[in-house]
């Protein structure tokens, strides 16, 4: 399997790959969109919400905002040392406070690791009329896009080429980790895959 670069940024990179079936890049194509974990924030309790928005529909926004971590030092709750029960390496803690009149911005956010934030500071929550207060805490922890949307790791488009095992990928990352990352995760991911599935054949003999 050969891989060339053609174009790359933070957010966007477009590469060719050599040697991959059909099959092998539908499968490359789905592990980037559901199978990478990011962080997004799950659980959200509200001390005090006088806007407009119900709580359901402000913690459904905050789901939504990408947040930048760093990938090496938190691990999936289920697989966590904690068993499950929620820890500094599997979760991360959110708050807000805010009092109108004002527009609420995801960089209000107050993230217990400041390494932990939006990747974008100016959206939208919910706006304050006067005298309106906005307080909550929220839970943010790694997921996959195929159990949440909002956990969703690129937006990826493939096109094949007239040489049958040659395909062009386009990707655009929608979460906190690079393009880059999201492939190089992606081709992790793919490998192991490939690896028990070459564990299992063999346990068939």
Not at 114 to 143: C, H, R, S, W
Not at 192 to 203: H, I, N, Q, Y
Request: net charge neutral.
């Amino acid at each position: 399997m050969k891989v060339k670069i053609l174009k790359k940024s933070n957010e966007r990179i477009e590469f060719e790959v050599e040697g991959l079936t059909p099959g092998l890049a539908g499968e490359l194509r789905r592990i980037m969109l559901s199978e990478i974990p990011t962080m997004a924030i799950e659980w959200v309790d509200f001390h005090k919400n006088d806007s407009i928005i119900w709580d359901e529909i402000i913690a459904s926004r905050l789901g939504l905002i990408p947040l930048v971590f760093n990938s090496k030092l938190y691990g999936m709750k289920d697989e966590c040392k904690c068993d499950g029960k929620g820890c500094s390496r599997c979760q991360v803690m959110l708050a807000l406070k805010k009092k109108g009149p004002c527009m609420v911005y995801s960089e209000d956010l107050k993230s217990s690791d400041k390494e932990v934030k939006p990747i974008y500071g100016k959206i939208p929550i919910v706006e304050l009329m006067d005298n309106q207060e906005l307080e909550f805490e929220a839970t943010a922890e790694l997921g996959l896009g195929k159990v949440h949307a909002k956990w969703q790791g690129a937006v990826v488009g493939y096109e094949a080429s007239p040489k049958k095992d040659k395909y062009t990928f386009i990707v655009e990352t929608a979460c906190g980790l690079s393009a880059e990352d999201v492939v190089k995760k992606s081709f992790e991911v793919l490998q192991e895959k490939l690896k028990d599935f070459g564990t299992d054949v063999a346990r068939l003999k």
